[in-house]
């Protein structure tokens, strides 16, 4: 079996027997596509536990408010069920378009179940067989996954021993392997941090084909104003994804979208599947965006938590990327997975993902955090991976040198990761 890069960010390969993870070796009569066969599943385990803080969600559930009136749209379209959906989602898309602001009009808006489904439809049009997409690693894993499923070649790049990306590195890799696609994640996950516009721009410059910024963790960042919507004006083969899955607490029901040029979901309408958005989702979609001040403010509370529990590892001792995100990196052990292990027998769910000897961590509600803190100080105290040194004046004056965005201590993948695979780090 081969563990494929699936589970990098938040995924992972599912238990042995896990029905649904593929964690399971298909049988050899099954005829599976030779370029299938032996992966592993995206499946970042679903454990029943007090604290699950491994999948980036918001740990407030939607108010009472924003609940009755999801359960009133669904009401109101239930008795229409019969007939099939807006093909177009047209009123979600406005009601999207007016969300990110910009002066984003409805028809450079797309939307559709999650912004996974917006990635594969991105690949399905730009990508595919004979195609090549680029990607900076460690960071989402289904970027690669979907490349492989769509048959299009995935072009691990590195980013720099401290997460970040410099524009030089960037663009020698572009220029070396003229991908159709290149994909930025901003802020990244699983490190964290945000990358600087100007870095995104010297990107669409250079490159020949699509650019896409995954910006699923966008309205927790520092600075919300470097978003790469501001550059759509100036970037015609731009398209910048987020999703209602993180800030707006709707994971559960799947809607992703995108911003670009009107003739990005023109050329989306190719690949899309009819009717791919149904009318529930619709519906849903646009009561929680009437609401949108709840979630959002939730938002303010949960950078908060991140920036305490940042404070609080870094007072541990331990190396922490900074982050722009909802969620921490934090390392460096010597067995991450006896820490995960560890703190899930206390009740504690985390990731185990990114770079080797890192976790990552969700910003939950301060009783979530709490509980994650308790777990962690008795872990470390029983001597369960004893941290790394912690990053030294001399690297980190290399790393401010390098003017990089985001401050840690691990080396990425190397350079040399730039290759036909997803880098080794980020395979679990
Ligand atoms: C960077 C990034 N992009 C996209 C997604 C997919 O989100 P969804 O399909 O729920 O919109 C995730 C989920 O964790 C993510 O971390």
Redesign the pocket.
């Known amino acids: 079996m081969i563990s494929s890069p699936a589970g990098s960010?938040?995924g992972g390969p599912g238990a042995p027997g896990d029905p649904g993870t593929g964690a399971t070796p298909l049988p050899s009569w099954l005829p599976i596509r030779e370029d299938l066969a032996g992966h592993t599943a995206y499946g970042a385990p679903q454990i029943d536990v007090p604290v699950r803080l491994n999948?980036?969600e918001n740990p407030y559930p939607p108010s009472p408010a924003m609940a009755q009136a999801i359960a009133q749209a669904v009401a109101d379209v239930a008795g229409t069920l019969n007939r099939y959906p807006d093909r177009d989602a047209m009123a979600l898309r406005r009601d999207l378009a007016a969300y990110l602001g910009h002066g984003l009009r409805a028809d450079q808006v797309w939307a559709a179940n999650?912004?996974?489904?917006i990635?594969q439809q991105l690949f399905q049009a730009f990508g595919g067989q004979g195609r090549t997409a680029l990607g900076f690693e460690p960071s989402?894993s289904?970027h690669p996954l979907i490349a492989l499923a769509t048959g299009t070649r995935w072009i691990s790049g590195a980013r720099d021993a401290d997460f970040g990306l410099e524009p030089d590195h960037a663009l020698a890799a572009i220029r070396a392997h003229h991908p159709d696609l290149v994909f930025l994640?901003s802020p990244n996950?699983p490190t964290g941090a945000a990358l600087a516009p100007e870095v995104i721009e010297a990107v669409c410059a250079a490159a020949p084909g699509m650019v896409v910024v995954?910006e699923?963790?966008a309205e927790f960042a520092r600075d919300t104003s470097a978003t790469a919507l501001t550059l759509l004006p100036r970037c015609r083969r731009l398209v910048v994804t987020r999703?209602m899955?993180k800030a707006f607490a709707l994971?559960g029901a799947?809607v992703?979208y995108l911003a670009a040029d009107p003739a990005v979901p023109q050329a989306l309408l190719l690949v899309r599947l009819p009717y791919h958005l149904s009318a529930v989702t619709q519906a849903v979609a646009r009561a929680a965006l009437a609401l949108a001040s709840e979630p959002l403010a939730t938002v303010a509370a949960l950078r908060e938590q991140r920036d305490d529990l940042v404070a609080w590892l870094r007072g541990r001792g331990l190396r922490v990327a900074d982050s722009d995100a909802n969620f921490v990196l934090f390392g460096e052990f010597g067995d991450r997975h006896a820490v995960w292990q560890a703190l899930l027998d206390r009740g504690v769910l985390i990731r185990e993902t990114g770079p080797a000897g890192w976790l990552r961590v969700t910003a939950g509600t301060p009783a979530e955090m709490s509980a994650f803190r308790g777990a962690l100080s008795a872990v470390l105290a029983r001597g369960d991976g004893p941290p790394a040194p912690p990053i030294t004046a001399t690297r980190r004056a290399a790393a401010s040198r390098r003017g990089s965005t985001s401050r840690a201590g691990s080396p990425g993948p190397d350079e040399s990761a730039v290759s036909g695979q997803p880098a080794a780090e980020v395979q679990r």
């Open positions: 960010a938040d999948t980036n999650g912004s996974n489904e990635i989402y289904m994640t996950n995954d699923a963790y999703t899955s994971a799947r992703g």
